[in-house]
């Protein structure tokens, strides 16, 4: 991925330059590669308003960082069906902290990117049956209004970011001794 910036003006006869003839366009290209061909999205500021990155282009990013590992390699995470234009449904993985009672285990979470996402956070689910408390012990929901992550989601969050945070949240003191169901067993 490449990304790089400069700086634009409205010159010349172009019509937009009698209607602002100071106007500067700051601007930044991210270019993704992906199995050979390439796609560069411009992002533009005017007046200190930024033209977001779209959807698709945001989650190829992230697709392309979870596929590269993480860190210590303790979190990790991918799209769940390749053939999947929208990119949607995605797969999480966490191996447990040390010095807690998830140490050593592995757990699966699923994660889903609606239409509004990134502006919205993705809706995240424990496949792996587990004991938080920001987990709904019926269904494995990772419940908003107990994971602040979630609660005061903004853009620039990503996909790992909310995996790192649930890992965190697991060696936290409220958390990190809690009495665990059977290693292997899953939500329905």
Not at 15 to 27: E, G, K, N, Q, V
Not at 94 to 111: A, D, T
Not at 115 to 141: A, M, Q
Not at 150 to 171: F, G, H, V
Request: with cysteine; glycine share 8%; hydrophobic share 35%.
């Amino acid at each position: 991925m490449t990304i790089g910036t400069g700086r634009s003006s409205v010159v010349g006869n172009d019509r937009r330059r009698s209607l602002f003839p100071s106007l500067h366009f700051y601007h930044a290209f991210i270019s993704l590669r992906c199995d050979g061909w390439s796609v560069t999205v411009n992002v533009l500021t005017w007046f200190g308003l930024l033209f977001a990155v779209p959807r698709n282009f945001r989650l190829l990013e992230e697709l392309e960082r979870g596929e590269k590992g993480i860190g210590d390699g303790t979190v990790s995470y991918g799209m769940d069906d390749g053939d999947d234009i929208y990119m949607r449904s995605w797969t999480g993985t966490i191996v447990g902290p040390h010095n807690s009672v998830h140490e050593g285990r592995i757990y699966q979470l699923k994660l889903f990117c609606d239409k509004d996402y990134p502006d919205k956070p993705p809706s995240v689910r424990f496949h792996s049956r587990i004991n938080l408390t920001c987990v709904s012990h019926e269904t494995g929901v990772v419940e908003a209004k107990r994971f602040d992550k979630l609660t005061n989601w903004q853009r620039e969050y990503t996909i790992e970011d909310i995996l790192s945070q649930l890992k965190k949240e697991m060696a936290a003191p409220h958390n990190r001794k809690l009495v665990q169901p059977p290693e292997g067993t899953f939500f329905e």
